[in-house]
C-alpha cells in the first residue's frame, strides 16, 4: 500500500492495468485519491472493482482530482457515467 501512495502522490496519470483479486479490490481508494496531485488523471482500464467509486465521486466533485477516464466500473452499465460526463 505504501508504494501504491508513494506512486499516486507522484503521478501526472495513474493508470490501472491489473486484475481483480482481494488484493486489488479497492486499490484506489480516499486515501489513495487524496495522496494524488489536484491536477491528476485516473485512468482504469483494468476491472472496475479497483477503484472506490464513492471516493472517486466525491475526489472529482471536491477538485481533489483533475479527472478520470474509466473504461470499466464496478457495475455495468453504471450510473457513474452520467456523473462522468457531465
Do not use: F, Q, W
Not at 28 to 42: Q, R
Amino acid at each position: 500500500a505504501e508504494d501504491v501512495l508513494e506512486l499516486a502522490a507522484l503521478a501526472d496519470y495513474l493508470c490501472l492495468i491489473v486484475p481483480h483479486t482481494d488484493d486489488t479490490e479497492h486499490l484506489v481508494n480516499a486515501e489513495v485519491l487524496a495522496a494524488m496531485k489536484p491536477e491528476a488523471v485516473l485512468i482504469n482500464i483494468g476491472r472496475g472493482a479497483l477503484v472506490d467509486e464513492l471516493a472517486l465521486v466525491a475526489a472529482l466533485e471536491s477538485g481533489a482530482l483533475a479527472g478520470a477516464v474509466l473504461d470499466v466500473a464496478a457495475k455495468e452499465p453504471s450510473a457513474l457515467g452520467e456523473y462522468l460526463r457531465s
